[in-house]
């Protein structure tokens, strides 16, 4: 990539690029989106799923994988920090000792539901380690910058949510591309962490399992299943401050 529509100037006269260290740098005109496009990208954000069962056999094109990490790789982050690694999981072996660390957790979990919610938990199907042919973990280091980050400093897990935004930003892309993934947070981490011998400083920020599909949901599947429904966003908003009544309503 380039600087990234950046022009460095060295005076109020000079708009050329350079190499050196600029004594400005100012932002480009805004580029326009039109209609179709802006639409493009709320279409991708309306349809985008966590699938878990409709993964099919092939191989994820390394293309289109090149592309949706390098999405997630253009996430915002806290002091441009950076802090993730994808860890690519094609290994059968090292899957099913994920899909182990899965099912120990998955009794654990179901057994914390009232009795009531227990039979429908137990039907709803929460991973495709197996099935999907790749999974990626997504992690955060968080020592990369040292132990003082830009933006880090009062708000300690400013790193962690980063590394989310390049998930979220992943997610997107897989869907543009006709990728489903879907996430796994079923599992105890440090079992996850001895299985792909990640280091203690670096946190697991999400499991995700990523394969080509040719179906999607329409809406999450845990709302089509019944097991619980969207909100309403005008139930979400609140004006000025936290709304006491509002907290309320959301359930
Ligand atoms: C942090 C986090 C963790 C998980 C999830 C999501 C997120 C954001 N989701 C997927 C979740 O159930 C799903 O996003 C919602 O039900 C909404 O559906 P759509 O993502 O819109 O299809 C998820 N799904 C699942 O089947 N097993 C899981 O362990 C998890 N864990």
């Known amino acids: 990539m380039d600087g990234g529509g950046i022009i460095m100037a060295k005076g109020p006269d000079d708009m050329s690029a350079s190499s050196s260290a600029p004594d400005r740098v100012l932002p480009l005109p805004?580029?326009?989106?039109?209609d179709a496009e802006r639409q493009a990208l709320y279409d991708i954000i309306a349809?985008?799923?966590?699938?878990?069962?409709?993964?099919?056999?092939?191989?994820?094109?390394?293309?289109?994988?090149r592309r949706v990490l390098e999405a997630a790789h253009l996430a915002p982050s806290v002091g441009f920090m950076q802090p993730w690694n994808f860890i690519l999981i094609r290994d059968a072996a090292r899957r099913a000792a994920v899909h182990q660390a899965f099912l120990r957790a998955n009794d654990e979990a179901a057994a914390l539901f009232p009795e009531d919610k227990r039979d429908t938990y137990r039907s709803l199907k929460l991973e495709g380690i197996l099935k999907a042919p790749l999974n990626i973990a997504v992690?955060?280091?968080?020592?990369?910058?040292?132990?003082?980050?830009?933006?880090?400093?009062?708000?300690?897990?400013?790193?962690?949510?980063?590394?989310?935004?390049?998930?979220?930003?992943?997610?997107?892309?897989?869907?543009?591309?006709g990728l489903g993934v879907g996430w796994v947070s079923i599992y105890r981490e440090?079992?996850?962490?001895?299985?792909?011998?990640?280091?203690?400083?670096?946190?697991?920020?999400?499991?995700?399992?990523?394969?080509?599909?040719?179906?999607?949901?329409?809406?999450?599947?845990?709302?089509?299943?019944?097991?619980?429904?969207?909100?309403a966003l005008d139930d979400l908003l609140m004006e000025d401050g936290w709304q006491a009544d509002k907290a309320a309503t959301a359930g």
């Not at 805004?30 to 039109?34: G, L, P, T, V």
């Not at 349809?47 to 994988?65: K, N, Q």
């Not at 708000?155 to 869907?175: F, G, H, I, K, P």
């Open 47 to 65: 349809e985008r799923r966590d699938v878990r069962d409709e993964f099919l056999p092939d191989p994820v094109d390394p293309a289109a994988l």
């Open 139 to 177: 992690t955060c280091d968080r020592d990369r910058c040292g132990p003082v980050v830009l933006g880090r400093t009062h708000n300690a897990e400013m790193d962690l949510y980063s590394t989310v935004c390049a998930v979220q930003n992943l997610w997107l892309a897989a869907r543009a591309e």
């Open 190 to 231: 440090d079992e996850l962490r001895a299985v792909l011998g990640i280091p203690d400083r670096v946190r697991i920020v999400a499991y995700l399992c990523i394969g080509h599909v040719d179906r999607f949901y329409t809406a999450p599947e845990l709302a089509l299943k019944g097991w619980r429904q969207r909100l």
């Open 30 to 34: 805004a580029r326009r989106f039109s």
